[in-house]
């Protein structure tokens, strides 16, 4: 089903929870603490205890950075163009230019790969985190099938243009 474009419409991912962003400061926090509040702790940590140590910042710091990113990310379909919008890189691409959509199937849903003559950029479908039977947490695009297939429709591709392979499909007009 197809977007109707006439209004601009303007999407933004749903984001996850913060808890494990939290955690992993948390731990950071606590390896700190324990190198300036107890004496002599800096002199007896072994090799490893500082690869645990960078592992949990750098850690935390990727994933406040991801989080910060998705936070400030959205997608806007014109009638004459796509325009995906980060804190990283923004994109436009007209419809008529775009070359190739790849669709990665992962266990967390489609990952798309929009591909232009003025750039590329990636956006997640919909996909929902459940325990237990019951929905935990849901991350991507809601509506990320709609963008996928205004995209195809926009940029002319047909069921001639798709090609398969393992684990993921595309619509190339190279």
């Known amino acids: ?5 006439t ?5 933004r991912p749903l984001t996850g929870s913060r ?3 939290y955690i992993l400061w948390g731990a950071v926090g606590l390896f700190i603490g324990l190198i300036i509040f107890i004496p002599g702790y800096f002199q007896d940590l072994n ?21 910060w990113n998705m936070k ?3 997608i806007m379909l014109f009638p004459d163009e796509i325009q995906h919008y980060s804190k990283l890189r923004n994109v436009s691409i007209k419809w008529k230019d775009i070359n190739r959509v790849q669709v990665n199937h992962g266990r967390l849903g489609d990952k798309i790969i929009v591909s232009g003559e003025t ?8 996909s929902e985190i459940k325990v237990k039977g019951d929905v935990k947490e849901k991350t991507g695009f809601e509506k990320g099938e709609e963008i996928l297939d205004t995209i195809l429709s ?15 499909y595309y619509y190339s007009k190279i």
């Open 72 to 74: 400030h990310t959205k």
């Open 119 to 126: 750039g590329a950029f990636f956006f997640d479908s919909l």
């Open 47 to 67: 090799f490893w205890s500082w690869v645990l140590g960078l592992f949990f910042v750098a850690a935390a710091f990727s994933i406040s950075i991801n989080n």
């Open 1 to 5: 089903m197809s977007i109707d474009l």
């Open 154 to 168: 926009q940029a002319g591709f047909s069921e001639m243009d798709k090609k398969e392979g393992s684990g993921f």
């Open 19 to 21: 808890q494990i962003e």
């Open 7 to 11: 209004n601009t419409p303007e999407f």
